[in-house]
Nanobody, 114 residues
Framework: VQLQASGGGLVQAGGSLRLSCEAS????????WGWYRQAPGKQREMVAT??????INYADSVRGRFTIVSDAKNTVHLEMNSLKPEDTAVYYC??????????WGQGTLVTVSS
């Protein structure tokens, strides 16, 4: 299976972006999705996760501004509103199957200008 992330770009502070991640290839039976980000010089951190049962978690720094949505068995989105310069990072999607195996997407760059 492969994950294709898209939707990154340059936006001014206060703006919005919508990231998408689609799984393709062999059947993977995704049971959980996640969005993670890595800013320059920092470790990768969890942004939001959603399980097939609808359990959702957000990092404190994005709660209330970002929304994770899974609208199909092979697609997940991250709606990002009220973006801040500190949200600038490469965003990665991750899919986990019922066996606990994880697959990562290639990353999409989000740049928020002040």
């Amino acid at each position: 299976v492969q994950l294709q992330a898209s939707g990154g770009g340059l936006v001014q502070a206060g703006g919005s972006l919508r990231l998408s991640c689609e799984a393709s290839g062999t059947a993977f039976s995704v049971v959980a999705w996640g969005w993670y980000r890595q800013a320059p010089g920092k470790q990768r951190e969890m942004v939001a996760t959603i399980s097939s049962r609808g359990n959702i978690n957000y990092a404190d720094s994005v709660r209330g501004r970002f929304t994770i949505v899974s609208d199909a068995k092979n697609t997940v989105h991250l709606e990002m509103n009220s973006l801040k310069p500190e949200d600038t990072a490469v965003y990665y999607c991750k899919a986990v199957n019922r066996l606990g195996s994880a697959v990562w997407g290639q990353g999409t760059l989000v740049t928020v200008s002040s």
